[in-house]
T-cell receptor, first 113, second 113 residues
Framework: GNSVTQMEGPVTLSEEAFLTINCTYT??????LFWYVQYPGEGLQLLLK?????DKGSNKGFEATYRKETTSFHLEKGSVQVSDSAVYFC????????????FGSGTKLNVKP | ETGVTQTPRHLVMGMTNKKSLKCEQH?????MYWYKQSAKKPLELMFV???????ENNSVPSRFSPECPNSSHLFLHLHTLQPEDSALYLC????????????FGEGSRLTVL
């Protein structure tokens, strides 16, 4: 079946620290991979995505690389800011059913000044 | 107009009330979704509509009744809800295809007394 597993939170970091949030997946076929971010009181927003192996998605200093050999799509940022405090969701969609998205459980990030 | 608009943003209702949540998308997408987000639970897919036809009903109780009159509008009719139905209800839209991402509204926060 299709599923996404991401690291449990919360993750607490000091400002300017390096961030990694792990995400691994199982999928039938060749999935597209996504990271979404949810700020307090808001809906989810697309942060970045990748559609084929070795693609790197990037946005706002965040990066994630589609690793087919390890079925992973880890989110990284070199220097986090307080404003990055949010919940981050890893997700995938599969070619035979583009209408179905599989989400991880979310990882809450707290960044302290 | 923002991409996906949900109204109302907040709703308080008694267990015997009937109310509706509304979603409108201005992105020209063909698919629309309802998700439920409860505290400390993964995001739950409720319904999917593709070209106005319901393609997914994720074993949702009949007290939730969706309606999709056209590709731009989606409703969730609520009646005789339970306190455990209190949650953030998120509407989303997408254009199905490789890498086609979900665009979310800001959500309707529902409290059932």
């Amino acid at each position: 079946g299709n599923s996404v597993t991401q690291m449990e939170g919360p993750v607490t970091l000091s400002e300017e620290a390096f961030l990694t949030i792990n995400c691994t997946y199982t999928a039938t076929g060749y999935p597209s991979l996504f990271w979404y971010v949810q700020y307090p009181g808001e809906g989810l927003q697309l942060l970045l995505k990748a559609t084929k192996a070795d693609d790197k998605g990037s946005n706002k200093g965040f990066e994630a690389t589609y690793r087919k050999e390890t079925t992973s799509f880890h989110l990284e940022k070199g220097s986090v800011q307080v404003s990055d405090s949010a919940v981050y969701f890893c997700a995938l969609s599969v070619p035979h059913n583009f209408n179905k998205f599989y989400f991880g459980s979310g990882t809450k990030l707290n960044v302290k000044p | 107009e923002t991409g996906v608009t949900q109204t109302p943003r907040h709703l308080v209702m008694g267990m015997t009330n009937k109310k509706s949540l509304k979603c409108e998308q201005h992105l020209g997408h063909n698919a629309m979704y309802w998700y439920k987000q409860s505290a400390k639970k993964p995001l739950e897919l409720m319904f999917v509509y593709n070209f106005k036809e319901q393609t997914e009903n994720n074993s949702v109780p009949s007290r939730f009744s969706p309606e999709c009159p056209n590709s731009s509008h989606l409703f969730l009719h609520l009646h005789t809800l339970q306190p455990e139905d209190s949650a953030l209800y998120l509407c989303a839209s997408s254009q199905p295809g490789v890498g086609g991402e979900l665009f979310f509204g800001e959500g309707s926060r529902l409290t059932v007394l």
